[in-house]
């Protein structure tokens, strides 16, 4: 049994050389998928409906199967949430103010608690998936990230938690491609996780050249743009 258990080990270890040689993610006890935002607010008739974002919810379902390790986040704000418009007299949705802790873009009114847009999209299927990160929670801080809040300083646990877990590979997926994927790919790389995006597993807002600047943000950081396919 012993060297049964061995055996498995030194596979899987040759099989994780094997495709991070090729720039792809094994996908083994050490990996996570993490599953951004997949919520009613973010896809159409949402509140702050992402260009075609439900279309990756059948993307994200099939990837989901072949990950063990399985993680979301929750965009989850009190209603008055500071990143809304509607808590700034004279703002408008997508006007960008200061907060102590910097640029904020405000936003239309959004998955706030309870809220049927702050539900998971409903076609969302990845049952196993372990645990749930909500995030935005604390109305005068904003939190794209699944692992820092917007004043960049408090943890959210998530990083804690994979680490605990012996996470040291993840895999992002969803939405929006140039806010909170982009916040939480870069927060994962920062926290030591070799990670990869999933470019088809996301749709962007892209505002004002957003989305460029995530993808070149998250290459400066060593976050690797993959494929489906790419996931072997
Ligand atoms: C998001 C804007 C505001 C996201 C969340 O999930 O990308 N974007 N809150
Ligand atoms: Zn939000």
């Known amino acids: 049994r012993r060297a049964a258990i061995a055996g498995a080990t030194l596979f899987t270890a040759a099989a994780a050389r094997g495709a991070a040689a090729q720039g792809r993610p094994a996908i083994d006890a050490q990996t996570a998928l993490i599953v951004v935002d997949v919520q009613n607010d973010f896809c159409p008739g949402g509140r702050l409906a992402v260009p ?12 989901g199967k072949r990950f063990q390790n399985v993680v979301f986040t929750q965009d989850w704000h009190p209603e008055g949430h500071s990143s809304f418009a509607s808590s700034h007299a004279g703002k408008k949705p997508f006007d960008v103010v200061q907060m102590p802790y910097g640029a904020q873009v405000l936003w239309p009114d959004h998955c706030t608690w309870d809220s049927a847009g702050a539900e998971f999209h409903e076609a969302l299927d990845i049952p196993h998936a372990q645990t749930i990160v909500r995030k935005g929670y604390r109305k005068e801080v904003d939190s794209y990230s699944g692992f820092l809040e917007a004043d960049r300083k408090t943890p959210t646990g998530l990083g ?12 992002v997926v969803g939405l929006a491609t140039d ?54």
């Open 52 to 63: 075609k974002g439900d279309e990756i919810v059948a993307v994200c379902n099939a990837i």
């Open 160 to 171: 804690g938690y994979l680490k605990e877990r012996g996470v040291t590979r993840a895999v």
């Open 179 to 232: 806010f909170c994927v982009n916040w939480t790919a870069q927060d994962a790389a920062k926290a030591g996780l070799e990670t990869f995006v999933v470019e088809e597993a996301c749709r962007a807002i892209d505002l004002g050249g957003s989305l460029d600047k995530a993808w070149a943000d998250m290459a400066a950081l060593g976050v690797k743009k993959i494929k489906t396919a790419d996931l072997g």
